[in-house]
Every structure is written in structure tokens, then in C-alpha cells.
């Protein structure tokens, strides 16, 4: 007689599956809708459209996509449409991105898997709420420009929600945030027309006054109100901003401002001060100020470079340059991200200016090279590039074999361009050798 084998039952419940709410508030934006969907087409459980009064084919492109469409009154209150968005979606995590926003196919796929992780373990089950992961700025080239870090991606429970009228954030506990290198976010909203980008400032400023009138005192309100003021292109309003980012500075940008907030006011005053030299001392005092908070952090000490620059200190510029374009190299090395990470070849101005402080004439020559290569119709770097080059020795088939490896000699507009400098800077054989090339006989 044959036994039957008793199998243990398994009596612990199954894990719940990944069910991805992507989420958007939209207005008027029929140029972007289609990619802002598709990016989470596939991966997505669900999407939700919230529309807060579109009057072009927003609605319908979405509709037509398959995402459910909800409509929210406008009550200048950011917060309050993102919320309405989260209440309306019944995945247990959402994928929080603004229209102009999206991620590669790549990074979509690469979400899921790092969910299904968090989901699998249970130590990041029980400890992570969210993702933080890079915000990529591009511009009208697809060009990075700057890296900042977000939380677009967390969990769906009653406990976190979006809180401010505008500039809205997350209200929960960053302890429960994991970073994300492997993914990061496109963000194209800074490629847009002047005037869009004006009225975008000018509803800001409406919204952040109301809010502000409420709490006169909040250091963060007033950071946000100056960084849109700064935008107008009204000279009272630029006077008004630096007035409110002086205030900020003043009292030591202490504890009542978001981390993300005092980069905001540093970054306004490293930029002022940058290119002038008058201006050395302040800008030096601000970098340490920034580099005593944010240790390491590259941006501030690119702008440090750039103070010591200007107060003649070269070899000490040099040191730290060299310092982050090896960090930026060393790709295990870990950086904080911002300006200078999204594009170290801003670095090479500031080392042509190091090295020319130093004699150093072959590093000189070695970073405008860079710097042109990068950017070839630069008249400003070309002209000092050939004088040096000629200062260094160099014979007239010499530069002209240089040149080669940045110019295209069949290229007559680059042939113009080098004849021009050539002649601006008093290279006549140069600039003969080149017209030759230009009307071959």
C-alpha cells in the first residue's frame, strides 16, 4: 500500500506584486503628453492624467493613449492637484513626473527590477517609502546642464502626500528614501521660449506672495520668491531678489531652509561673483561657507577655483581644478551631482586661466584645444590660442597641423574663421597660408 508524502504547506501569504500608479497634473501640455506617457506604457499599472484646465488637445492625446483622465479645479495650489492625482491612483507605488519629465526606456525597466528588489528583501521593504534618483536639466540641444536630486517615486499610503502652493514637496522622513544611481530623469522644461519661461515666473510670484502674506517669516518661501524674481527680466524685481537671497545669506542660512533651498542661494551669489575679480574675496567666503555644509562638493569647488583665480592665487587654483577633473574622470569615485558633473568642461576655461598664471604654456595650449574642440566658432579663445601658440615657437606649418586637429580645412566657413583670427592677431603668414587654402590656384 502506497503512503501518501505529507507536503508542508507554504502558509505565508504571497508578496503583493509591483503595481506602478504613473501620475501627472497637466495643463496645456499637448507637445509633451505623448512622451510623458510612453516612457511608462509599458510598466505602468496605471496612469492617471490630472488636467487643471488644458485648452488645447492635452486631454484628448491622453485619453487617446489609454491614460484615465480627471479633472481638477485650479486653485493655485500645486499641492492640492498632486494630491487629488495620488488619491485618484491604486497602485502601491507611484511614479510622480511632470510632463516635460521623463525616463529612457532603459531606466524604465531599470525601475521596475529595483522595485521588485525592495519588494523581495525585507529589510528594504520594511525601511524604504521612496526612490531618489538624478533630475537631469537639458537644453534645447539635449545638452545637460545641471543634476539635482529628487523623490518622484514612492510608496501609496495616506501618509505621504505634497505639501507648499508651489515649489510642493514630499512630507516624509528622507531616513526613508533610497538613492538610485542606476536611473535618472529628463527634465526638458528648461528648453521653452523666453516668453513662456516669463510667464511661468511672473503665475510663480502671484502664487508664492499669497502663500508668503501667510507666513511672512519662512526663509524657504522667500528663496523661492527671489529665484523667480530673478527671472523676469524687471530690473526692480532682480533688486528685490538679491535683496531676499542678502536676507537669507545673513542670517547663516541655518536650519529653518531646505538643503535644496541654500544651494539655491549659494549658487545665486557664486554666479554674481564668478567673473569678477573686484568681487574675489566675497566669492571665496560664500564657497567655504558652501564647501563647510556640503563637503566635497564639486560646484563649490569649481567656484572656489574661480576666486583663487581671480585673487592671483594659481597654483592653488591649479591643485583643486586638477583635483575635480580627476574626480570627474574616476567614474568609482562618488560626487555630489550638480553644475560642473552635468558638464566638466567648464572646468577648462578656469584651467586656461590657471596655467596662464603659471607660464604653463603646454597646458594651456592642452585646454584650449579642449575648449574648441568642444565649441570650434569661439573667436574669443581662438585668437589668444594662436598667440600663444606663436609666443611658444611654434612654426606657422605647426599651428596649421594644431588647427587641423580641431578645423575642418575643407570647411570654408572654419578656413574664414582662422583667417580672421590669424589676421586679428597679427599672424600675416598664417593668415596667407590659410587664404591659399581657401582659392587654391
Given at each position: 500500500m502506497s503512503k501518501k508524502k505529507?507536503?508542508?504547506?507554504?502558509?505565508?501569504?504571497?508578496?503583493?506584486?509591483?503595481?506602478?500608479?504613473?501620475?501627472?497634473?497637466?495643463?496645456?501640455?499637448?507637445?509633451?503628453?505623448?512622451?510623458?506617457?510612453?516612457?511608462?506604457?509599458?510598466?505602468?499599472?496605471?496612469?492617471?492624467?490630472?488636467?487643471?484646465?488644458?485648452t488645447d488637445r492635452t486631454v484628448e492625446i491622453a485619453r487617446k493613449m489609454g491614460a484615465k483622465v480627471f479633472h481638477f479645479e485650479w486653485i493655485d495650489d500645486f499641492s492640492a492637484a498632486k494630491n487629488y492625482a495620488i488619491e485618484q491612483a491604486s497602485g502601491n507605488w507611484i511614479a510622480f513626473l511632470d510632463a516635460d519629465e521623463y525616463f529612457s526606456s532603459v531606466d524604465a525597466k531599470k525601475l521596475m527590477i529595483f522595485l521588485?528588489?525592495?519588494?523581495?528583501?525585507?529589510?528594504?521593504?520594511?525601511?524604504?517609502?521612496?526612490?531618489?534618483?538624478?533630475?537631469?536639466?537639458?537644453?534645447?540641444?539635449?545638452?545637460?546642464?545641471?543634476?539635482?536630486?529628487q523623490v518622484r517615486i514612492f510608496r501609496n499610503i495616506p501618509s505621504i502626500r505634497y505639501t507648499s502652493?508651489?515649489?510642493?514637496?514630499?512630507?516624509?522622513?528622507?531616513?526613508?528614501?533610497?538613492?538610485?544611481?542606476?536611473?535618472?530623469?529628463?527634465?526638458?522644461?528648461?528648453?521653452?521660449?523666453?516668453?513662456?519661461?516669463?510667464?511661468k515666473a511672473e503665475h510663480n510670484i502671484r502664487i508664492i506672495r499669497k502663500e508668503l502674506a501667510e507666513k511672512p517669516?519662512?526663509?524657504?518661501?522667500?528663496?523661492?520668491?527671489?529665484?523667480?524674481?530673478?527671472?523676469?527680466?524687471?530690473?526692480?524685481d532682480k533688486k528685490e531678489a538679491e535683496s531676499l537671497f542678502s536676507e537669507v545669506l545673513d542670517k547663516g542660512i541655518g536650519a529653518p531652509v531646505a538643503s535644496i533651498l541654500k544651494r539655491i542661494v549659494y549658487a545665486y551669489f557664486m554666479k554674481k561673483y564668478e567673473n569678477d575679480p573686484s568681487k574675489s574675496s566675497e566669492l571665496e567666503k560664500i564657497?567655504?561657507?558652501?564647501?563647510?555644509?556640503?563637503?566635497?562638493?564639486?560646484?563649490?569647488?569649481?567656484?572656489?577655483?574661480?576666486?583663487?583665480?581671480?585673487?592671483?592665487e594659481f597654483s592653488e587654483a591649479w591643485r583643486l581644478l586638477k583635483s575635480i577633473e580627476a574626480k570627474l574622470s574616476n567614474e568609482s569615485t562618488t560626487t555630489d551631482i550638480g553644475t560642473i558633473a552635468a558638464d566638466p568642461t567648464l572646468l577648462h576655461p578656469q584651467m586656461v586661466?590657471?596655467?596662464?598664471?603659471?607660464?604653463?604654456?603646454?597646458n594651456v595650449i592642452k585646454y584650449v584645444t579642449l575648449i574648441l574642440k568642444a565649441d570650434k566658432k569661439r573667436p574669443e579663445v581662438l585668437l589668444p590660442y594662436i598667440s600663444t601658440l606663436q609666443?611658444?615657437?611654434?612654426?606657422?606649418?605647426?599651428?596649421?597641423?594644431?588647427?587641423?586637429?580641431?578645423?575642418?580645412?575643407?570647411?570654408?566657413?572654419?578656413?574664414?574663421?582662422?583667417?580672421?583670427?590669424?589676421?586679428?592677431?597679427?599672424?600675416?603668414?598664417?593668415a596667407t597660408r590659410v587664404m591659399a587654402i581657401e582659392t587654391p590656384s
Open positions: 505529507n507536503k508542508k504547506k507554504n502558509t505565508n501569504p504571497p508578496l503583493p506584486s509591483i503595481r506602478l500608479s504613473q501620475c501627472m497634473i497637466v495643463k496645456n501640455e499637448e507637445k509633451n503628453i505623448e512622451r510623458a506617457l510612453k516612457w511608462a506604457k509599458n510598466i505602468a499599472f496605471e496612469q492617471i492624467v490630472v488636467d487643471t484646465g488644458s521588485k528588489r525592495i519588494q523581495s528583501d525585507f529589510a528594504m521593504r520594511e525601511n524604504y517609502l521612496a526612490l531618489g534618483c538624478a533630475l537631469v536639466n537639458v537644453d534645447g540641444n539635449g545638452k545637460p546642464f545641471q543634476v539635482i536630486e502652493r508651489i515649489h510642493e514637496r514630499l512630507d516624509m522622513d528622507l531616513n526613508n528614501m533610497v538613492k538610485v544611481d542606476e536611473i535618472q530623469i529628463i527634465h526638458t522644461g528648461y528648453a521653452i521660449e523666453e516668453s513662456k519661461e516669463k510667464g517669516d519662512d526663509l524657504n518661501l522667500k528663496v523661492y520668491l527671489a529665484d523667480s524674481l530673478k527671472n523676469t527680466g524687471n530690473e526692480d564657497c567655504r561657507m558652501g564647501l563647510e555644509e556640503y563637503p566635497g562638493f564639486i560646484d563649490y569647488e569649481y567656484y572656489l577655483s574661480c576666486a583663487l583665480n581671480g585673487r592671483g586661466y590657471a596655467a596662464q598664471g603659471l607660464g604653463d604654456i603646454d609666443k611658444n615657437g611654434s612654426s606657422t606649418d605647426g599651428i596649421l597641423e594644431q588647427l587641423k586637429t580641431i578645423y575642418d580645412f575643407s570647411d570654408k566657413s572654419d578656413l574664414l574663421l582662422i583667417e580672421k583670427a590669424a589676421k586679428e592677431t597679427g599672424a600675416t603668414e598664417l
